[in-house]
């Protein structure tokens, strides 16, 4: 999607508050009260949230990309040549001379002050030697706490936008990256040779709804998934509650996230505890009450459905299920 689609609404700052880079800030205040309050914004975010939680889904598939063996080299050398007190002093040997007189006539009974590197002799002004070895003259004394604070101060934070990651993931996929199976299979032997774990998740995902739906266990095998011509979601008539505007109306918006999403996913995937789960939807809607993401997927022990609640993918909430069937 482009910014030209939807009039008005600053589409890199709508990707920030969707990726997670404005929580915290009054942006994110003004990004939500705009969301609520304004249809073309409302509308954006509706269309931006899901296909931002399917690109984060995408990169959680990934493989960690080690560091070349050059640059940890040339890292390693740098940071060694830094001393442990955590200023760098550039100082140069300074080669013996006849001092240079200032151009003023020696007193008697005095020596000329000579004039030390680093000074401009027309200023008529003579520099202080500095304290220490008398063969060195510290040039620049470089603070690298403070260093540090300066570039901490620069925002390199949102350096990269959760739009820009969606467009380096369609410039992979351009390449090839998940097109190949034979290349897609040979990874796969790659990995178990190398003893690292496989992906809880597949690579495809759908794009999630928000049917607002109430669900119970003898609804939630139901799929919500026919559409009619226009692509609206069409709720089956043993399942009631209103349609409602989006993930933030169920209580849900955390998990609209990608980041937020891919982790709920991940810790259904473990206490399902079938392997590699493929997903085939994803609904936020709720379910006996309670605000649920509801998602469909099948695994090596068959295919389910499952509810979880606002806490799932948190520290120490697991998949906060609350309820989940096998799909017949």
Not at 46 to 56: F, I, N, R
Not at 146 to 154: A, F
């Amino acid at each position: 999607m482009t910014g030209a689609e939807f009039h008005g609404v600053d589409i890199d700052l709508l990707a920030d508050y969707v990726g997670g880079a404005l929580d915290g800030t009054p942006e994110a205040d003004r990004v939500a009260a705009l969301i609520a309050g304004d249809p073309a914004w409302r509308e954006a975010f509706e269309v931006l949230a899901p296909e931002m939680a399917t690109v984060g889904a995408l990169l959680g598939d990934l493989p960690a990309e080690p560091m070349p063996d050059d640059v940890v080299a040339r890292l390693g050398a740098a940071l060694s040549a830094f001393p442990a007190g955590g200023a760098v002093t550039d100082a140069v040997p300074r080669e013996p001379a006849e001092p240079a007189h200032s151009g003023v006539d020696a007193v008697p009974g005095r020596s000329a002050e000579p004039v030390h590197s680093g000074v401009d002799a027309m200023s008529g002004r003579s520099a202080e030697p500095a304290p220490g070895n008398a063969d060195a003259v510290s040039r620049t004394v470089v603070d690298l706490d403070e260093r540090r604070r300066k570039r901490g101060n620069r925002g390199w934070g949102r350096l990269v936008a959760p739009i820009g990651i969606a467009a380096a993931v369609a410039g992979l996929a351009g390449y090839g990256l998940f097109a190949s199976t034979d290349a897609a299979q040979e990874d796969k032997a790659s990995t178990a040779a190398a003893g690292a774990p496989e992906p809880m998740l597949a690579a495809s995902m759908p794009a999630p709804t928000t049917s607002g739906l109430d669900y119970t266990l003898g609804t939630l095998g139901q799929s919500v998934m026919n559409a009619d011509a226009a692509g609206t979601p069409k709720s089956l008539p043993e399942l009631s509650g209103p349609e409602l505007s989006g993930p933030e109306s169920t209580g849900l918006e955390r998990l609209t996230a990608p980041g937020a999403l891919g982790d709920c996913l991940a810790e259904i995937a473990r206490e399902n505890a079938g392997g590699r789960m493929t997903v085939t939807s994803i609904d936020y809607a709720r379910f006996e009450g309670e605000p649920a993401l509801v998602v469909r997927f099948a695994a090596s022990n068959g295919e389910w459905a499952w509810a979880s609640g606002a806490d799932c993918g948190l520290p120490g909430g697991g998949a906060d299920t609350l309820g989940s069937v096998p799909v017949r």
